[in-house]
């Protein structure tokens, strides 16, 4: 038994050394790695995920938890390694339902179709990438065959993305959220204020960006010895190791806001990633988050509960105003506000507002399903996105690259992802509104950009959990309920009502 | 055979890609790894470095490699292949002999002694670090046993960083060198011109001199897409993959041309890396410098006799007058020539000049050979240095920091690895010389900033051959002979004769 945990630990550290390594192959190559390099570091990477992925499936690592798993054993194991032995057999017993050869087919089949789908977007033509996505659909119905969860063939998909979450859930929370959000939309676009509004064109020097951005992180108690802020096309967050948490953003957009409001985003991400469970847990699956829908959670409620606050303001725009005072002396608190949450229907999902975000993450929701229950065929794909783009956000793509072309994840085989950026934005209403129901004194202290009590709170009711349970219970336990679209609903109505229909 | 054949090229394929990895990782740690990432960090490095090791000792490569190594077939082999064979079955051979029970005391030993030299060094303390060092000189004998090359023991030490290079070759070479620059420098040092001399003082702001190290490496001909330029507390180059090599330097140093020609000399080691072998030999063993001493040699060659030239400045100094109007107007072309080739005897090697620098080298040679002989002990070794230093430079440390303890080698258990740096030294002048004999339109070249017939010269002559065959005979074919330290002399008495004594 002692030689089996051993074996366990060991293994399950050698694959947190290993990720702490893939993970800086991708950061630089996002960051600094010259240009011609893209081919070597191709094949570095892929000779990691496989070193990976062979020490995951390893026969050896599977008899020893088999043999810790026998009930006689198990009953015998302190409660720290039961949890670890569960979460990982189940990790295991599910990477090795699929074989070797079927995970280089989808290798070759997705290296081929993302330069299919870069070309594609390109000369704006959908039927260049089809054939392609079309055996990417074959592939993940093969793979729903191997998981074979009971339920939705889609469950399969999902699981890999937010554990334990099922499609059912999912369709009753979307509908829901959706007919609501259209009904808010349209009595938004068809409001007073929302005729008036303009577009309000000012930019901020790079270096006062740069500038901006480390205050807010500073703000946010980002530690400096633990954390860097780099520069990559799109912004991301990622983990070389426990004390080594890199964020990204861009200052070159033609939003001068964008960097300021990415930096918080990828801070509530990095916050998490510093806040997951060491001590004991330390170098286990444990010290991991349990779904990326909790962990957009995090990004999303500093980036929309938090920095687009009206509260925020109080403390940031005289510190704005002070950087850049030309520019922003004679805008008051009001305005301001209301610029940085401007409702703007859009057919981007991600240059896509608070409000419509979710619209574009249910759309693809929707047609994803019907993928996968094969009852549309990749053929009809551009018409039903844009007839379904036209009936949610009420506008029609003029071709495919601004329409079913626009994401790249379907060309990477990843399905059942999208769904994890709505399940974030619905998490984040649930626990800002626990939060400041249960400490209505949080207000305050945003006024004052003091949020070192809610990065406490965080810590205490998300954070420290890691893996130890699903990201529906760690909700569960912190809100008094699991994903609720309501809450997020009410959040939005509340909020946007006063900015447009008041 | 074709199996063997292919194992054997994925095999080293395999180790090239974990080579590049283990770079990027010594890279970043160099260059932005937050602070708090070291630990994880010296986990991720040690990770990649055994599981290097135990690729490179694995009974299955070896099987594959005698197999082919037998006469019989052998000698049916390509050219090609049997260049492979015989160099990696060397290299294999060589890393068999030593148990992995030896590499783990080492990696203890010298994991302590770092951190102890650190100590002792902030303490100015030699006896801090004595044991350790004592102990590090134990096990290197204990290295040259496993080894056991023919010869002086010494020689064993040697081959890892020099290969096939001897201690008797370098005692002969750098005992007449050693009698030479002393005569040399007393001479100097006791000339009006020297006695004369005055320290120049003046700063180069930092954005300039990011735009002149960027200036010099366009006129080296170092390719963007290929390369990059970062920042690090010591210089260094070093290579994550064909296509993808990359440099450091520093612009805080207290001499404001410390980043330029740092920048140079990296830059030559740049050009050596992307000039290796590819087509049939790329992701082989041969695709590599032979050694320490000539990748050396191919900086220092830029550095010294290219970049502090006297025609250099003919182009670079009106560049640099634009650049630094007020500080540089005043300053003739000999003036700043003279300025940057002061001789200065110093009691560190790091900023010894191009003249001093070989006594340092030679010093610490002499030392390492008495301790692997064992005529001294440790014990005396602070004596001994400090004696040597005033027989050889004329100064005497004042304490131990600024002697015995200045180099952090020897706690890494690097024994044999200073040579290089004089290997590197005359190699150059020797290079240099028979450059230009042949080519004697090439000093016009250096008038205007044209390196590309250099460049050319240098794949021809050094980078193309890769580890095909040894330093020695790519000098040889070069240059007509091997190591030869009366060159590099002639060179330095013909410019520091004219610098100081005419």
Same mark, same amino acid.
């Given at each position: 038994m002692k030689k089996s945990l051993r074996y366990i630990y060991q293994h399950q550290k050698e694959l947190s050394i290993l990720g702490g390594i893939a993970a800086l192959l991708g950061w630089d190559q996002m960051t =600094? @790695?010259?240009?011609?390099g893209t081919s070597r570091r191709s094949e570095q990477s892929a000779f990691l995920s496989h070193l990976i992925h062979e020490k995951v499936i390893s026969d050896t690592l599977w008899y020893h938890l088999t043999k810790l798993s026998k009930q006689s054993i198990f009953d015998k194991l302190s409660n720290k390694d039961q949890i670890v032995i569960q979460r990982l057999k189940k990790d295991v017993h599910k990477a090795r339902k699929v074989p070797s050869d079927f995970i280089k087919r989808v290798t070759k089949t997705t290296t081929m179709a993302y330069s299919a789908w870069e070309y594609a977007r390109k000369k704006k033509d959908f039927s260049i990438f089809s054939s392609l996505l079309e055996k990417i659909i074959e592939l993940e119905l093969e793979y729903c065959h191997y998981i074979n969860i009971p339920g939705h063939l889609y469950d399969n998909l999902l699981d890999d993305y937010e554990e334990g979450m099922t499609t059912k859930t999912l369709q009753r929370e979307f509908s829901y959220l959706k007919k609501k959000l259209i009904t808010l939309l349209k009595k938004i676009t068809s409001s007073t204020s929302y005729q008036k509004q303009q577009d309000v064109d000012f930019t901020i020097p790079k270096e006062i960006q740069q500038e901006l951005c480390q205050i807010v992180l500073k703000h946010m108690k980002l530690p400096k010895k633990r954390t860097r802020i780099d520069v990559s096309t799109h912004p991301f967050t990622t983990s070389i190791g426990y004390d080594d948490v890199r964020i990204t953003t861009n200052f070159e957009r033609d939003d001068s806001m964008f960097s300021f409001f990415s930096t918080v985003h990828e801070g509530g991400h990095a916050l998490y990633e510093l806040g997951l469970?060491?001590?004991?847990?330390?170098?286990?699956?444990?010290?991991?988050?349990?779904?990326l829908g909790i962990h957009e959670s995090q990004s999303r409620f500093w980036e929309? @509960?938090?920095?687009?606050?009206?509260?925020?303001?109080? =403390?940031?725009l005289p510190l704005f105003r002070k950087k850049i005072p030309n520019k922003l002396r004679s805008v008051t608190n009001d305005e301001w506000y209301r610029m940085i949450n401007q409702v703007k229907p859009s057919l981007i999902r991600v240059e896509a507002d608070e409000l419509t975000y979710c619209l574009h993450i249910i759309l693809r929701f929707d047609i994803e399903i019907q993928l996968i229950e094969q009852n549309i065929t990749v053929h009809e794909l551009p018409h039903i996105w844009n007839e379904k783009m036209e009936q949610i956000i009420g506008l029609t793509p003029e071709n495919d690259t601004d329409g079913v072309l626009q994401d790249m994840h379907w060309s990477g085989g990843s399905f059942g992802y999208f769904p994890t950026y709505a399940i974030g934005s619905i998490y984040a209403a649930q626990l800002f509104q626990r939060l400041t129901t249960l400490l209505p004194e949080i207000n305050i202290q945003i006024k004052t950009g003091t949020f070192s009590e809610i990065v406490t709170w965080l810590h205490k009711h998300v954070y420290q959990f890691g893996r130890t349970m699903s990201s529906e219970n760690i909700i569960q336990r912190a809100c008094?309920?699991?994903?609720?679209s309501k809450i997020f609903l009410e959040y939005l109505q509340d909020k946007y009502f006063k900015l447009y229909l008041t």
């Open positions: =600094y @790695m010259p240009l011609s469970p060491r001590g004991k847990f330390k170098d286990t699956i444990i010290s991991d988050a349990p779904s929309n @509960m938090i920095a687009k606050n009206k509260n925020f303001w109080d =403390y940031f008094g309920e699991g994903l609720n």
